[in-house]
T-cell receptor, first 111, second 113 residues
Framework: GDSVTQMEGPVTLSEEAFLTINCTYT??????LFWYVQYPGEGLQLLLK?????DKGSNKGFEATYRKETTSFHLEKGSVQVSDSAVYFC??????????FGRGTSLIVHP | DVKVTQSSRYLVKRTGEKVFLECVQD?????MFWYRQDPGLGLRLIYF???????EKGDIPEGYSVSREKKERFSLILESASTNQTSMYLC????????????FGPGTRLTVL
């Protein structure tokens, strides 16, 4: 079946550092790929998405590129802020209504 | 602004009680989901509904039931709450198309004493 593997956290960075959170997937066919973010005490919200190979999703300074050849969808941001501290989930939705989520990666940004 | 709302942010119940968690979405979405979220385990799907009165079991349906009498409302029922059901419960909805993104509610943190 489908699966998503993302790096374990927590990832701890200083403000203005460069962020990469790795995500790789296994799926049949051509899934859509997503990054969701969960701020403390809240539900998940969509951060960005990509629906086909080589698409780049972007939002709030975050970017991720759908790499079919490496089955990856790594999340990047050039300069993180304290307000980016949250849990980030990589997910895919293939040929069904039900998404497959990674375990989540906690990001902690210090001033 | 599109929304998924959940009836309570925090809930404390006693072992053996019947517990109702309500979720309402205003986006006319066909699909609705209930997850629980526990540290180290990520999100686990409890039940899923793709239409009114339709439901499918997810990965961990034991001890739970659901009801969807109207398109906008999806209820999760704990028939007899137990301490191991203490968790964060998240409701989500999506369009009735494959590969659709999900919209989540704020979550209900349930504590069973």
């Amino acid at each position: 079946g489908d699966s998503v593997t993302q790096m374990e956290g927590p990832v701890t960075l200083s403000e203005e550092a460069f962020l990469t959170i790795n995500c790789t997937y296994t799926a049949t066919g051509y899934p859509s790929l997503f990054w969701y973010v969960q701020y403390p005490g809240e539900g998940l919200q969509l951060l960005l998405k990509a629906t086909k190979a080589d698409d780049k999703g972007s939002n709030k300074g975050f970017e991720a590129t759908y790499r079919k050849e490496t089955t990856s969808f790594h999340l990047e941001k050039g300069s993180v802020q304290v307000s980016d501290s949250a849990v980030y989930f990589c997910a895919l939705t293939g040929g069904s209504y039900i998404p497959t989520f990674g375990r989540g990666t906690s990001l902690i940004v210090h001033p | 602004d599109v929304k998924v709302t959940q009836s309570s942010r925090y809930l404390v119940k006693r072992t053996g009680e019947k517990v109702f968690l309500e979720c309402v979405q205003d986006m006319d979405h066909e699909n609705m989901f209930w997850y629980r979220q526990d540290p180290g385990l990520g999100l686990r799907l409890i039940y899923f509904s793709y239409d009114v009165k339709m439901k499918e079991k997810g990965d961990i349906p034991e001890g739970y039931s659901v009801s969807r009498e109207k398109k906008e409302r999806f209820s999760l029922i704990l028939e007899s709450a137990s301490t191991n059901q203490t968790s964060m419960y998240l409701c989500a909805s999506s369009l009735g198309q494959v590969r659709s993104e999900q919209f989540f509610g704020p979550g209900t943190r349930l504590t069973v004493l």
